[in-house]
């Protein structure tokens, strides 16, 4: 009955720990040194937990004498719990990595509070007037970036807060900063607005869209930028050659897109696979050499998707529950759930060993894979 039981354990019930919050998860991240992951909830309260394994994998895998077989035995202890905050607002509540530790929390009060890694609420460190509805921090630039959905403003410890001067009023709740900090670029009701943030922050260009972004993501050099659109797929943005186009074709909206480093290549939610393409034949004007199948296709939506920091692998969550990592550009995955409640958000850590993972029931995880098995 044990040993029935054991082969029947999936690699999520076996390499995860779980914890249940009382509503969804709508974000979470890592924070800058790796030790500890937040996760949002709609119900405007944030969780933390801790990176580190009081149950590693590697103390718990046996290799056979005999047979050389190599199995895990399952944990035997629960997992550290999860430390809560108070709700920050009625809803879910915009998250960015504090540069030093923890986290950057925006409050329906507006403002922007630092949350330690232990659940700990310092002093203000930004007030605005409205809540805050969309943060991110750029930490070679020594900046946040605010927006109450109308005013966006900086924020740099030396000179005080600024608002930027925009001659539109359309809604700004979505916002990113540039990998190297100088860029920042901007939501901006059906379209995106991207400027240059250095001594004075000035425009770069508008970019008009057939729908609102709900999310942006650079690459890793800031020459191209990548949005999902609330409708009608997805935006791509060359910021060297002014190039903007719309990759359509999408079954359901975009939530996520995401850049792989390591195989120069986009990919994105919203298909029956994960979506994904090679920059050395961008998705613009039509081309459609660079498209990269990645994964199985399948009768169900990927929701959300997360490339791996090192290696050439995409972490993709589906509408019933399901996770896979797949290798880019290869059919070949690696099912780690094969079921459960929809999957709201995926990230890997900065060195690639932990997946932490957030679900419509409220379910928020971390799956930590032994070294050995991405070689």
């Not at 509503?23 to 969780?47: P, R």
């Not at 009608?232 to 975009?254: C, K, N, R, T, W």
Request: hydrophobic share 45%.
């Amino acid at each position: 009955m044990n040993q029935q039981t054991t082969q029947n354990l999936t690699l999520f019930d076996l390499l995860a720990r779980t914890w249940q919050r009382p509503s969804a998860i709508a974000e979470l991240g890592f924070s800058a040194d790796g030790s500890a992951v937040a996760f949002t909830s709609v119900d405007g309260t944030v969780a933390i937990a801790a990176v580190a394994d009081n149950e590693p994998p590697e103390a718990r895998i046996r290799v056979s004498n005999d047979l050389g077989q190599t199995t895990i035995r399952p944990r035997e202890k629960p997992p550290l719990p999860l430390i809560a905050t108070a709700a920050f607002a009625e809803g879910d509540v915009p998250l960015a990595t504090h540069p030093h530790s923890g986290f950057l929390v925006g409050a329906a009060s507006g403002e922007v509070l630092h949350l330690t890694a232990g659940g700990e609420v310092a002093n203000p460190l930004i007030r605005i007037d409205g809540p805050i509805v969309a943060i991110d921090h750029s930490a070679r630039a020594g900046t946040t970036a605010v927006s109450n959905g109308h005013d966006v403003f900086l924020s740099q410890s030396e000179s005080g807060i600024t608002r930027l001067e925009r001659d539109v009023t359309s809604s700004t709740d979505c916002l990113a900063f540039s990998p190297g900090g100088r860029g920042l670029a901007l939501g901006l009701g059906e379209g995106l607005s991207i400027w240059a943030i250095e001594d004075d922050a000035a425009l770069i260009r508008d970019v008009s869209l057939p729908a609102r972004p709900v999310s942006i993501r650079w690459n890793r050099d800031g020459t191209w930028l990548a949005c999902g659109l609330e409708t009608g797929g997805l935006g791509l943005v060359s910021i060297a050659g002014g190039q903007a186009d719309i990759v359509e074709g999408f079954p359901s909206p975009v939530r996520a897109v995401c850049w792989s480093s390591p195989a120069n290549a986009l990919f994105a939610s919203g298909a029956f696979r994960i979506a994904g393409w090679s920059m050395t034949a961008p998705p613009v004007g039509g081309e459609t050499s660079g498209a990269l199948e990645t994964g199985r296709a399948g009768l169900v939506l990927v929701e959300v998707v997360a490339a791996h920091p090192e290696k050439k692998l995409i972490a993709a969550g589906y509408a019933n529950g399901r996770i896979t990592v797949a290798q880019v550009g290869m059919r070949d995955e690696l099912l780690v759930r094969p079921l459960g409640s929809a999957v709201t958000a995926l990230a890997w850590s900065g060195d690639g060993r932990h997946l932490a993972i957030g679900a419509v029931d409220g379910t928020a995880a971390i799956v930590t894979f032994p070294a050995q098995m991405f070689k």
